[in-house]
């Protein structure tokens, strides 16, 4: 069988080689693996990622100021769809892969994917995630925030600060030319040291020029270096944290929601990062 093969980084012929392009050669022919170029973005993919991800911060922002028990999933799906359409953009999920609605929405055990539904009210003491991703221009942003309607438990208002601390430490660890697999064993550390799991089945992702790109970003320890992170690099980071087991499983009927197999909580944040020479920059504040 032939192996994938990761030896990414090129120079067109007869061009010379730049500091940048030896320093990327010296890893790659060290045996680690390096991002393809189009995986460096331009300053002018940067920017255009960057503006979409102030409207998609501001989907996020008007969400936050919605949201209260009674609504249904669907409402919320509704003012994602009106903000970013009436601010020049799409809604990325929408029609992706299938996907149905413009905006996930997940609700105690459901991990992420979950799909708006006009059944679906929210009630005091659920805590929900919000997954909003948004083109703009052609440019791809991508992030997700806990919500708690009303009041919830001491345990559930744990698990949503842990998850957000659990987005903090893996952004912390991610430093230009240190590698991927960096972030997960931070991150790992960090939500196994306060009695929670990390979601094995599902990564964080290159993003920018599409949706999902490379690198898969692992949020638990792999025991890898995975992708050498370069300046340029735009990805997301998006641990699931578990209350319970970090198994799940996809609901055979719809063929999205992802829910934790013992149906304990589960929760989520997410950001657009660029890798910039003194790590990580958010896009998507
Ligand atoms: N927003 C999710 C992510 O963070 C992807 C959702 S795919 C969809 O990667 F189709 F469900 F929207
Ligand atoms: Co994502």
């Known amino acids: 069988m032939v192996k994938k093969i990761t030896r990414n980084w090129f120079v067109p012929k007869g061009s010379e080689l730049t500091e940048f392009d030896k320093k990327i050669l010296s890893f790659q022919n060290r045996g680690e693996i390096v991002p393809r170029p189009n995986l460096i973005k331009t300053p002018e993919q940067i920017e255009g990622i960057r503006r979409s991800g102030v409207v998609n911060t501001g989907v996020l922002d008007l969400v936050e100021s919605k949201i209260r028990p009674g609504m249904s999933t669907a409402e919320i799906d509704r003012l994602v769809y009106d903000y970013t359409t009436a601010h020049g953009a799409v809604p990325a999920p929408l029609n992706y892969e299938g996907f149905p609605k413009s905006v996930c929405t997940s609700v105690n055990e459901v991990v992420c994917h979950g799909i708006p539904s006009e059944d679906e009210i929210l009630e005091e003491g659920d805590i929900v995630n919000v997954d909003v991703s948004t083109i703009l221009d052609g440019y791809y ?6 919500f708690i309607v009303g009041q919830t438990s001491p345990e559930k208002e744990k698990l949503v600060r842990v998850a957000k601390e659990c987005l903090d430490v893996g952004r912390e660890a991610a430093r230009p030319w240190g590698f991927v697999g960096d972030i997960g064993k931070a991150i790992a550390r960090h939500a196994h040291k306060n009695g929670f799991s ?34 340029g690099m735009v990805f997301t980071i998006e641990p699931m944290i578990n209350m319970g087991t970090w198994e799940v499983f996809i609901d055979e009927e719809d063929g999205w929601t992802v829910v934790t197999e013992d149906e304990l909580p589960s929760a989520q944040w997410e950001h657009t990062f660029v890798m910039t020479e003194d790590g990580l920059e958010v896009l998507t504040h």
């Not at 942003?141 to 806990?146: E, I, K, L, P, Y």
């Not at 993003?207 to 690198?215: A, K, N, Q, S, Y």
């Not at 692992?218 to 050498?228: F, Q």
């Open 141 to 146: 942003s991508d992030a997700s925030r806990m």
């Open 198 to 231: 990390v979601v094995r089945d599902l990564c964080g992702h290159g993003v920018g020029l599409e949706f999902h790109e490379d690198p898969e970003v692992d949020h638990y320890n792999t025991h890898r270096h995975g992708m050498l992170l370069v300046p």
